[in-house]
């Protein structure tokens, strides 16, 4: 057979490739968790990745109503396992009150904890997970400030509060870096916050959104590092505050919320999950052409240009 037959097979294999990684990796953000794995199931040549869970309350579970149940890792984690990508879960170094510092210090002394008898270390957890999720960083700054419970006033010190709003993001960055020195291809994902007093009196309201504002900016600038997105919560908890804080003494999540939440965040994950793994019998190809091995597929010009160059002539 002739060369140019030979070139248009390829052609056609690589437009078979290109046009089936785009259908897999394609969902629209309007998409519900439910609606999203009955369209997508990981293909059966991808490894299932391990699942981390670290930060406060809202990962470890914490309901409107003070008990630890599901939260938005345990509800992320159900879609994750029922299209094929979960290998394991581990949310117990999520404690309730942790705050980035309590995370960081986590990581630097490589804590442990107790499951079943027998010892887990942090750092293995870390180096064993495809995929690791944070929600660190609220209650660094509420402790910062007070509200009094009758006449709802608020007492900060600004200069005190600002700091601690700016540590947050050094810290997080520091715990990113972290993981990335002890697993430099797990993805990351940090969640940003959502306001915890929406059945506060309204002329409140815009200094708790200020300081809302402020702190998501500092998650969300420590998430522009490389293998890391920020996950953006307050708006859709807001939509339906009600429904989402049920619980005006408790600034926890109903289940609804958490559900709410984790959809957010499997949304990010359907769009950063590398479909094809560094073993996957395409990957070979695919990593060649790309010269990251990432799998994520460049415009299908470019694959066409790249396999034509490596073709004999």
Same mark, same amino acid.
């Given at each position: =057979?002739?060369?140019k ?34 369209? %997508? ?14 930060g406060? /309350? ?6 409107? /109503? ?7 890792? @345990?509800?992320?984690? @159900?879609?994750?396992?029922e ?33 079943d008898?027998?010892? %887990?270390?942090l ?23 007070k ?11 600004? +200069?005190?509060?600002? =700091? ?5 993001g ?9 993981i990335?020195?002890?697993? #430099? @291809?797990? +993805? ?8 915890p ?14 300081v809302?504002? /402020? ?6 600038t ?8 920020w996950v953006?919560?307050? @708006?859709?908890?807001? +939509? ?13 999540? /109903? #289940?609804? *919320?958490? +559900? ?29 052409i790309?010269?990251? *091995?990432? *799998?994520r597929p ?6 066409v ?9």
């Amino acid at each position: =057979m002739g060369k140019k037959f030979i070139r248009n097979v390829f052609t056609l294999l690589v437009l078979m490739l290109y046009t089936g990684m785009s259908l897999l990796q394609t969902v629209s953000a309007e998409t519900t968790v439910e609606e999203s794995m009955a369209k %997508i199931t990981a293909p059966t040549w991808v490894a299932a990745s391990s699942y981390l869970a670290l930060g406060d /309350s809202l990962a470890a579970g914490m309901n409107h /109503s003070g008990k630890i149940g599901d939260g938005y890792a @345990d509800y992320l984690a @159900d879609t994750l396992e029922e299209t094929g990508l979960l290998n394991s879960f581990n949310k117990m170094f999520a404690m309730p009150g942790y705050t980035t510092k309590d995370v960081l210090k986590d990581i630097e002394e490589n804590a442990a904890r107790e499951v079943d008898g027998k010892s %887990i270390r942090l750092h293995d957890a870390i180096a064993n997970a495809g995929l690791i999720t944070i929600s660190a960083g609220a209650n660094d700054v509420l402790a910062h400030m007070k509200i009094d419970s009758k006449t709802f006033a608020v007492t900060y010190d600004e +200069q005190a509060l600002q =700091m601690e709003i700016k540590q947050v993001g050094m810290n997080l960055m520091k715990i990113i870096t972290e993981i990335h020195t002890i697993n #430099p @291809d797990a +993805q990351v994902y940090v969640m940003g916050y959502y306001n915890p007093y929406p059945h506060l009196p309204a002329e409140i309201q815009p200094l708790l959104v200020q300081v809302l504002s /402020s702190m998501n900016k500092a998650i969300e600038t420590a998430a522009q590092l490389p293998n890391v997105d920020w996950v953006e919560t307050a @708006d859709v908890v807001a +939509q339906d505050f009600k429904l989402n804080l049920p619980n005006p003494q408790n600034i926890h999540l /109903s #289940p609804d *919320g958490y +559900q709410a939440v984790a959809e957010l965040f499997w949304n990010k994950v359907q769009a950063d999950y590398p479909w094809i793994p560094a073993d996957a019998f395409t990957a070979a190809l695919i990593s060649d052409i790309k010269g990251k *091995g990432s *799998g994520r597929p460049e415009p299908f010009s470019m694959l066409v240009a790249e396999v034509f160059r490596s073709l004999p002539m």
